[in-house]
């Protein structure tokens, strides 16, 4: 058997380009980004997904995979996925976001530890926070969903040398204020009843001035935290739910995927 140039480039375009966008998306996506998850399992997941979809994916552009073209079209590959991952990072991000608004309101800034998803130093509220949203994450087949809409995309938007449009930039912009927005919503409940509570200590310091508000205040404000924390545990996971489901439906809107 032989096999010319022309044969072999096919080849590697038929592989590479839908391993490209695939990667990218798993390198940046919640969960499989996650350093405690093995590069080695990283990489067999990403060659087990280009290889069930290849016989589904429509025909790759004519263009020399080492060519000028084709390097283009590789870049469009990981904007692409990368763009996808970012937007569900985005969603962990708020609840980070919020963790860290609520720890320092209830006194528990101090406690901190090593998030294993982005290896730095975040409040125990926060990683808390993030261990729950992974959960429901996991729960809600959110990682089936984010595979499936990378599967999809190679139909909506296929390889090519043109990509997302300069109005899915301008949205993906746009929507990063809802990192803020969604971590004041997690955090405002909690950051709302310890303004009442710090205010309450205050009057009860003008009231007793003899008695030593920091040896009492603290403690009570980190029972009422974790009390606070409990309480609002649905409010997280509505926020959670609905800012992931926003999440998908701007991933859906910039692939131009329909359901």
């Given at each position: 058997m032989i096999?010319?140039?022309?044969?072999?480039n096919a080849w590697m375009a038929a592989y590479l380009w839908p391993m490209v966008r695939i990667g990218a998306m798993l390198l940046a996506a919640p969960l499989f980004s996650s350093r405690q998850v093995?590069?080695?399992f990283r990489i067999v997941l990403m060659l087990l997904i280009t290889w069930t979809i290849i016989p589904t994916l429509p025909p790759m552009p004519p263009a020399d995979v080492l060519s000028h073209t084709g390097f283009m079209i590789m870049l469009q590959q990981i904007v692409i996925g990368v763009i996808m991952g970012f937007l569900l990072q985005m969603v962990f991000g708020a609840l980070v976001f919020g963790g860290q608004v609520v720890a320092y309101s209830t006194g528990l800034g101090f406690a901190s530890m090593v998030d294993p998803q982005n290896g730095v130093q975040v409040p125990v509220v926060a990683q808390f926070y993030l261990i729950l949203a992974t959960l429901l994450f996991l729960l809600s087949n959110g990682h089936l969903l984010a595979i499936e809409l990378v599967a999809d995309s190679f139909?909506?938007?296929?390889?090519?040398?043109?990509?997302?449009?300069?109005n899915g930039f301008l949205d993906i912009v746009a929507w990063g204020s809802r990192l803020f927005a969604g971590?004041?919503?997690i955090a405002l409940p909690i950051v709302g009843a310890m303004l009442m509570v710090n205010m309450g200590m205050g009057v009860?310091?003008?009231a007793a001035p003899q008695l030593n508000i920091f040896?009492?205040?603290?403690?009570i404000t980190m029972l009422l935290g974790f009390a606070l924390m409990w309480v609002t545990l649905p409010n997280l996971f509505n926020v959670f739910n609905e800012f992931l489901d926003e999440s998908f439906q701007l991933?859906?809107?910039t692939l131009r995927v329909t359901r």
């Open positions: 096999i010319n140039e022309a044969q072999f093995p590069v080695r139909h909506t938007l296929p390889v090519a040398m043109d990509g997302i449009s300069r971590g004041l919503l009860v310091m003008r040896s009492v205040g603290f403690p991933i859906m809107q």
